[in-house]
């Protein structure tokens, strides 16, 4: 059998048993009491930012891993259903993959030689019931501390990376550097590569065929910075190609390190506000839906400067 470099990394990176032998938290044991009111202390204007994309029929999946874009349907609208008192009513449903548009990846999302974070079986999920352990909704109350947006692209000077272009340990310090911030126990990383910009302003067509990321690398860097949660605005985080199987970084960080990944996530309003007062680090909430069993979710995180 093939032995890939990224399950060597795993091995020497692993958080299994860090927090106990039941634990389904991973990274999140970062986020404690003391380091959310740090987090406060990153609020200096009180504007809000949301960084989701529309949730709707006009992002980015074509059918990639039986993925589709959310499909919004009207069950009741005001010609339905009136009351002598004038009074109307509308209602709604969504049909959606949990992982279709700006989301979080749970810990059953990537596993390899038979198990998923803290040595879960891969049998814990199952089409009927999903996950029985390490599911989405154990994440909760999911992350609430100090983001840091780290924007590469914009350091390196274009609009977005080059789909291919791999983000290195030394990438994310010279990014660290120029922003004045440096990542501390317990804090979201967010990586702009950009991607998210060129699918706005480009269309969707191809985006999902490769994109810029991070290099396997970085887990290390990110383990040693008792990182919480990593985001970033393509649609895996890391680079794909990736080279050595086909989502190595994930496979180290989510099953071995127990991290919850944000991908599809829309940093450009963010990043632009960022950059007028040179100030890059910020409240970040990051919340999965309660569902029972999931494996992912949609989000609607909110950054707070």
């Known amino acids: 059998m093939t032995e890939y470099a990224f399950k060597e990394a795993g091995r020497e990176l692993s958080n299994w048993g860090r927090w106990g032998e039941e634990d389904e938290l991973g990274t999140l044991n970062f986020v404690t009491p003391r380091t959310v ?3 406060v202390e990153s609020v200096r204007t009180g504007r809000r930012y949301e960084l989701s994309i529309p949730v709707g029929s006009t992002g980015p999946q074509t ?3 039986r993925r589709i874009n959310p499909v919004h349907t009207m069950t009741v609208t005001p010609h339905d259903f009136t009351a002598p008192e004038g009074l109307v009513i509308s209602d709604d449903f969504i049909a959606m993959p949990l992982q279709s548009g700006t989301q979080l990846d749970g810990l059953t999302h990537v596993g390899y030689d038979g198990s998923f974070y803290n040595g879960v079986p891969v049998d814990t999920v199952a089409p009927a019931r999903g ?3 390490n599911a989405i909704d154990a994440t909760l109350p999911g992350f609430a501390g100090r983001g840091v947006l780290l ?3 914009g350091l390196d000077g274009g609009e977005w990376l080059e789909p291919g272009r791999a983000l290195t340990a030394a990438d994310l310090e010279r990014a660290e550097e120029a922003c004045g911030t440096r990542l501390r126990s317990g804090d979201a990383l967010l990586v702009r590569t950009g991607w998210m910009r060129k699918g706005l302003t480009q269309g969707w067509d ?3 065929d490769a994109e810029p990321g991070l290099a396997p690398e970085c887990a ?3 383990h040693e910075r008792e990182v919480a949660m990593v985001a970033a605005d393509n649609w895996g985080v890391e680079v794909q190609p990736a080279g050595d ?3 190595p970084l994930h496979a180290i960080l989510i099953r071995d390190m127990g991290m919850m990944l944000g991908e599809i996530w829309n940093f450009e309003e963010l990043a632009a506000a960022c950059r007028t007062d040179g100030t890059w680090d910020f409240f970040l909430t990051a919340t999965a839906l309660r569902v029972t069993g999931g ?3 949609p989000v609607s995180p909110v950054a707070i400067r």
Request: no cysteine.
């Open 245 to 247: 199987g086909l989502v």
């Open 131 to 133: 996950a029985t352990r």
């Open 206 to 208: 191809g985006w999902l």
């Open 151 to 153: 924007d590469v692209a």
């Open 220 to 222: 290390s860097w990110i």
């Open 37 to 39: 009111r740090q987090a």
């Open 295 to 297: 494996v992912g979710s």
């Open 63 to 65: 059918g990639w891993m």
